[in-house]
């Protein structure tokens, strides 16, 4: 079965880094198109990144565009997002997702980032 496991969130002081990673299986992951979303508490889920399947292809969010760095290792079946001069704002649970088409679309469980001095 799918599965997309994140790891790499904690906490962080503002201006800091973090680099979180999913690590997928279940698919031919060299195949999908990636996407990191986040959702801080009381507000909607939101993209944040997404990647083609060759790693060209890069999309993000204006709120992390020159900050964040969406990247993937096909042979590791691993997607990751490098996440730099972190924000307060940028506090949230991460999720990674990906879009099998035919309306099959997999969550990972998430993982949390806390910005706080």
């Known amino acids: 079965q799918v599965q997309l496991v994140e790891s790499g969130g904690g906490l962080v002081q503002p201006g800091g880094s973090l680099r979180l990673s999913c690590l997928a299986s279940g698919f031919t992951f060299k195949n999908y198109a990636m996407t990191w979303y986040r959702q801080a508490p009381g507000k909607r889920r939101e993209l944040v990144a997404s990647i083609g399947t060759a790693g060209r292809n890069t999309d993000y969010a204006d709120f992390v565009k020159g900050r964040f760095t969406i990247s993937r290792d096909n042979a590791k079946n691993t997607v990751y997002l490098q996440m730099n001069s972190l924000k307060f704002e940028d506090a949230a649970v991460y999720y990674c997702?990906?879009?099998?088409?035919?309306?099959?679309?997999?969550w990972g469980q998430g993982t949390q980032v806390r910005v706080s001095s």
């Open positions: 997702n990906v879009w099998l088409g035919a309306g099959n679309e997999y």
